[in-house]
């Protein structure tokens, strides 16, 4: 079955979040931008998948167009591991991490779900099969600022059903009237992005303990320094999370192997698709590390998400960005209800987009790799 064409759609959704929005990590946010990537095959079936991400975008869609993308066309769409391999040797020098790696992630989504309509079978199936229909979401809510912003609206998610909310949040103030707003019996955690040295780290960490966070995620620059997030771990009593913004499988193994985290959160959309998230499965679990997958995003590589936490051994959660979006091609299917997300049941994937919306949101013509 040959890869025939590769398409690129850069979807932008205005949103709204409950309150004025407020720059985190680095970004205004002014739209929800996703990158759809859809594969043909001489086979007639099409596949999606789904490129990291937001602002960056248009750099991730010309490393497809220019280079990513006419490396599999011709290539046979069954052979997903063999691929995913050659591939990642054939760009390396152009890049372990970044647009070329989001790029990769989205056409290897693309193949699974191609994978799944040949077998006709969901997804999950695929990856071992799923016990449970839904999954159980926590809501992770852009930043406010303002405490009692934080407090009102960690109280409005709670009341939809949320049994765990995530605030991205520098104040100690903000997190702790989310805490008052959440009430004591919810898991509570906190991304702050990387803002702050190892010693601020642990003195953050000291600092958050009265309001009992479930995990402390990212609070170390640079993301790489490892030894140094596993000092903030070893003098805290905090759970800490990173690992979206991690380079493939070895890096969370040296994570791993450090003792830098409790919480491992590949993204499917940047870390190079499902092929390598399902290393970073087993890896994470030879090490008794919790895995948790990134997922801020409302595509293809969501609904991947949903699959893959489905198709974990452990009740794990799936990460819901708390934005309402004023509309999506996949309609409703990431939406939490009470808190539980139901995971599609359609073959691949499980949900096609709808066109329509598709073609309404889209910024600019649609890219093409033959
Ligand atoms: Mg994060």
Same mark, same amino acid.
């Given at each position: ?9 850069? =979807? ?8 004025? +929005? ?28 789904? #490129? ?42 152009? $890049? ?36 449970? %229909? ?113 380079? #493939? ?8 192997? +450090? ?10 959309? %940047? ?20 895995? =948790? ?7 293809? $590589? ?34 939490? +209800?009470?808190? +539980?997300?139901?995971?599609?049941? $359609? ?16 910024? #600019?013509?649609? #890219?093409?790799?033959?």
């Amino acid at each position: 079955m040959k890869i025939t064409a590769i398409h690129t759609h850069y =979807v932008r959704i205005p949103f709204d979040m409950g309150a004025p +929005k407020q720059e985190f990590a680095g970004l205004r946010f002014p739209t929800m931008d996703h990158l759809l990537v859809q594969v043909e095959t001489d086979a007639g079936i099409t596949g999606w998948g789904e #490129g990291f991400g937001h602002s960056i975008i248009p750099a991730t869609k010309t490393a497809l167009e220019a280079y990513v993308g006419p490396w599999f066309i011709g290539k046979d769409a069954t052979e997903i591991n063999a691929l995913h391999r050659e591939a990642a040797q054939a760009f390396h020098i152009f $890049g372990r991490n970044g647009p070329v790696v989001y790029a990769h992630s989205g056409i290897d989504i693309a193949l699974w779900d191609i994978a799944g309509k040949r077998a006709d079978l969901p997804l999950c199936d695929l990856l071992g099969g799923a016990r449970r %229909k839904e999954v159980r979401a926590y809501a992770s809510l852009m930043r406010y600022a303002n405490p009692k912003t934080v407090g009102r609206i960690a109280e409005e998610r709670v009341a939809l059903g949320f049994k765990h909310i995530k605030l991205h949040e520098h104040s100690i103030d903000a997190v702790r009237a989310a805490r008052e707003g959440a009430g004591a019996d919810i898991a509570l955690m906190n991304d702050v992005n990387c803002p702050w040295s190892v010693a601020q780290a642990i003195e953050m960490e000291r600092a958050f303990r009265s309001s009992n966070l479930y995990w402390l995620e990212e609070p170390v620059w640079p993301p790489e320094d490892h030894d140094g997030l596993a000092r903030v771990r070893k003098s805290g009593s905090t759970r800490i999370a990173a690992g979206e913004n991690a380079a #493939g499988l070895h890096d969370f193994v040296d994570q791993f192997q +450090k003792g830098s985290i409790d919480v491992a959160q590949p993204s499917v959309t %940047k870390i190079g698709g499902i092929t390598e998230m399902r290393k970073i499965v087993a890896a994470a679990e030879a090490h008794s590390v919790e895995l =948790v997958p990134h997922c801020a995003y409302f595509g293809p $590589g969501n609904l991947a998400s949903i699959h893959i936490v489905a198709s974990l051994a452990t009740d794990t959660l799936l990460e819901n960005i708390y934005v309402n979006l004023e509309a999506n091609p996949f309609g409703d299917a990431m939406l939490a +209800k009470d808190g +539980k997300v139901r995971v599609p049941t $359609g073959p691949g994937l499980g949900v096609e987009p709808d066109m329509k919306v598709v073609e309404k949101y889209r910024q #600019g013509p649609v #890219g093409t790799v033959r």
